[in-house]
Nanobody
Framework: QVQLVQSGGGSVQAGGSLRLTCATS???????MGWFRQAPGKEREEVAH???????TYADSVKGRFTISRDNAKTTTYLQMTSLEVEDTAMYYC??????????????WGQGTQVTVFS
């Protein structure tokens, strides 16, 4: 059974940086890992994902500012966030799915971690 435990997040001034961590247990080495966020009153949106071959995809809103990565053992996934903006304030979730694009239907999800960016 796949389990995801998130850490990191918190509050930071605009322009600052934060790193989110998602530690997985169970077999996720061939999985696609993603980071999502949901702001109050808004739909959940995908921020980035990284496939088992290391290929990455980013939402336009975070390109050039956020970096998704995973360790060599593929048991931990990171989201490095730089040049944070107030609009990045949201609850962030990591997710694992056998195939990228199937997070909603078949994904396993972390518990969520709050990121607050203040001006």
């Amino acid at each position: 059974q796949v389990q995801l435990v998130q850490s990191g997040g918190g509050s930071v001034q605009a322009g600052g940086s934060l790193r989110l961590t998602c530690a997985t247990s169970g077999y996720t080495q061939t999985y696609c890992m993603g980071w999502f966020r949901q702001a109050p009153g808004k739909e959940r949106e995908e921020v980035a994902h990284i496939d088992s071959d290391g290929s990455t995809t980013y939402a336009d809103s975070v390109k050039g500012r956020f970096t998704i990565s995973r360790d060599n053992a593929k048991t931990t996934t990171y989201l490095q966030m730089t040049s944070l903006e107030v609009e990045d304030t949201a609850m962030y979730y990591c997710a694992a799915a056998a195939l990228c694009g199937y997070f909603d239907r078949f994904g396993e999800w972390g518990q969520g971690t709050q990121v607050t960016v203040f001006s």
